[in-house]
């Protein structure tokens, strides 16, 4: 497995070479086959995902052969979910997201990816995160920008982020950086994982979803606890 080791002496040349890899390795794979990857993360994220009418949950638009969350979106607009899209408004910032539903008008943006132009700003309750790897410790390798990082770091409460992709990414690490965010859990075509003690552990559809909807309690309470903290006067 892919990325064993000591940290190499030039991380970022590393990074550059194995997200080259991972990609190539992907795009590689018939197209067919990854539509049945794509449905059957899809089936799993449907029984998994603790979402309600008005939950919001964002995602990206597959780009190099990625997962393809958009059947999903419909299946879940069918609920009452709304989805987002990211929108990078300026380069090495945070993402903000706005409502994508079929017909609305869209632009092109960074890495000619394209992104709702008019429509309302929601803040994602769910962000489903693609994968060009993944960790043993739920740690991410994306493209190199950052954006996810940055995005879940600045918002509180936390959205629950969970990594999408297929297990052909998974690496025994990508060497995670103090700024890099942990992912929550990860779902690939091979079945669903929770990270705990910086560790991934296998789950079941109704343990994911319990597991989820704890954590998001628990951070809207954290939220709502330090949002009425008064300091203390010295």
Known sequence: MAGTGAVPPNLAQWRKGMRAELVARRM????????????????????ALPVRAGSVVGFCWPMKAEYDARPLMRLLRQRGVRSALPVVVQRAEALIFRRWQPGVEMKRGVMDIPFPDGTEQVRPDILLVPLVGFGRAGDRLGYGGGYFDRTLASMEPRPLSIGVGFEIARLETSFPQPHDVPLDAIVTEAGMRWRAHNSLEDVTARGLKDRLEELAQNRADFARLTAHTVPSVP
């Open 28 to 47: 590689a794979v018939p197209a067919p086959v990854r539509r049945e990857w794509s449905l059957a993360v899809s089936l799993m994220l449907m029984q």
